[in-house]
């Protein structure tokens, strides 16, 4: 089965973006080599060494030239970092290691929250717990990588069946059913009034993480693949095989879109339009 370069005209238009975040093998056998090879261009690192009450520096390695950003509380991704911001620096290009000059040193107990950011849209942290005397262990507490304009919160869910509405763009929306009985239909309205079903036919759909799927859609004897990041239960963007986001064409120009699931009746899992 080939699949099609161009089944919904224009819905999809790929831009060239920084991954938000390492992507998740997907699939099986040739599709998770290749996504497991994409993490190593994309991923986002970063470790830190452990600080004291005496300390003047944070150390540690991260991504080749990525700024490296010391906050005094978690949200780098919130408009609100900047007041929290306390130093940065950036990371070797050629070793990875950072050291930030801090304008102070730091009581027991407290907790620094140090970003590396690669790019616009990838980042990782760690979070460092001053002690009360020198160590040098690295620190072992979770991490992690989002793009500053999404949640860094994933949305774990067994199954894509549900109707989803995306974003307006330009009095621009679509609506996406897919159905348990795995049919998929994707129609494009115009201030609350339907104008084009874009896609119908069947589809299929596989996870390893529950939080990033591929689907492909069947139309006849051709076939289109997308991937859906879950930002919550009830959220998703379409990204790419990289897990980079997309821009979506739906007759008015590019655009990011996110989605939302629509809440159904008793009555019936999909909504019918």
Do not use: C, D
């Not at 980042?123 to 040098?136: E, G, L």
């Not at 129609?187 to 799927?213: D, E, I, P, V």
């Not at 930002?231 to 939302?260: C, D, H, L, P």
């Amino acid at each position: 089965m080939q699949t099609s370069k161009k089944l919904i005209s224009g819905l999809l238009a790929t831009v060239t973006a920084v991954s938000l975040f390492a992507p998740a093998a997907l699939g099986t056998n040739g599709q998770q080599t290749v996504a497991q090879a994409a993490t190593k261009s994309t991923k986002t690192t970063i470790t830190v060494n452990g600080i004291n009450t005496s300390s003047k520096t944070v150390t540690g390695t991260a991504t080749k030239g990525a700024k490296v950003t010391v906050y005094a509380k978690k949200g780098a991704s919130s408009s609100n970092a900047g007041k929290s911001k306390i130093a940065s620096a950036t990371a070797s290009s050629k070793t990875g290691k950072f050291t930030v000059k801090l304008p102070k040193t730091y009581k027991k107990g407290t907790k620094l929250y140090v970003y590396a950011t690669n790019g616009k849209y990838s980042y990782m942290y760690r979070i460092v717990t001053v002690t009360a005397k020198s160590t040098s262990k690295k620190t072992t507490t979770t991490s992690s990588s989002s793009s500053s304009k999404t949640s860094s919160t994933y949305g774990l869910v067994s199954s894509v069946a549900g109707t989803w509405k995306s974003s307006s763009y330009k009095g621009y929306y679509t609506k996406w059913t897919l159905t348990s009985g795995k049919k998929i239909t994707v129609k494009r309205y115009k201030s609350g009034a339907k104008t084009k079903t874009l896609l119908s036919g069947t589809y299929t759909a596989s996870t390893s993480n529950k939080h990033l799927w591929k689907v492909n859609a069947k139309v006849g004897s051709k076939t289109e693949t997308f991937y859906l990041r879950f930002r919550s239960a009830s959220s998703f963007y379409v990204v790419n095989s990289k897990n980079t986001r997309v821009k979506e064409n739906i007759g008015q120009g590019a655009q990011y879109y996110s989605y939302s699931k629509v809440a159904t009746s008793s009555k019936s899992s999909v909504l019918s339009f």
